[in-house]
């Protein structure tokens, strides 16, 4: 009978083990299941946080560009203002410049008329002058003649040539 015992010992120990083997295989398989769970999950979360990622880049660059037209726009109305400003600034300068050019202008026409007529009275002046001065040689000549004509040369005939 002893024989019947062992038999059953062996089997309450195999059973043993087989509830062992099973216990290590569950825990074996659960530790499978939390280690492929806990990879998924890493997964999952490094596929969550590259889109993350990618969305905020992408959310940045929208940002950057918007921002970059509000600059673009605001310095856009700053360079007309100051554009309108200096070209109000060129047209009240450039208005000054030309009244002063033409008061130049006209100053020195006055000017230059002024010495035309000191010249034109100075040049009168000078042809009544040598008329005057012609006159008295003329008047002095037709003396000479008159006088040689009749009767200050007696012995003298008169030629026209002889004058030369």
């Not at 999950?41 to 596929?47: A, Q, S, V, Y």
Request: net charge negative; hydrophobic share 40%; aromatic share 4%.
């Amino acid at each position: 009978m002893p024989d019947k015992r062992r038999p059953r010992a062996a089997a309450p120990a195999m059973a043993a083990e087989d509830g062992l083997l099973l216990l290590q295989s569950q825990a074996l398989a659960e530790e499978e299941a939390a280690k492929t769970k806990g990879e998924m999950l890493t997964r999952f979360l490094k596929d969550k946080l590259a889109k993350e990622e990618r969305s905020s880049a992408l959310n940045l660059r929208k940002l950057s560009t918007q921002w970059r037209a509000v600059l673009r726009e605001t310095k856009d109305k700053e360079l007309r203002q100051d554009i309108e400003i200096l070209s109000q600034t060129f047209a009240r300068s450039l208005a000054t410049d030309l009244e002063e050019a033409e008061e130049q202008h006209a100053q020195a026409l006055r000017s230059h008329l002024h010495n035309i007529d000191r010249l034109l009275q100075l040049q009168r002046c000078r042809l009544t002058c040598l008329e005057e001065g012609y006159g008295a040689q003329l008047e002095a000549l037709k003396t000479e003649f008159e006088a040689e004509r009749y009767g200050g040369g007696e012995g003298q005939q008169w030629h026209p040539l002889a004058v030369l």
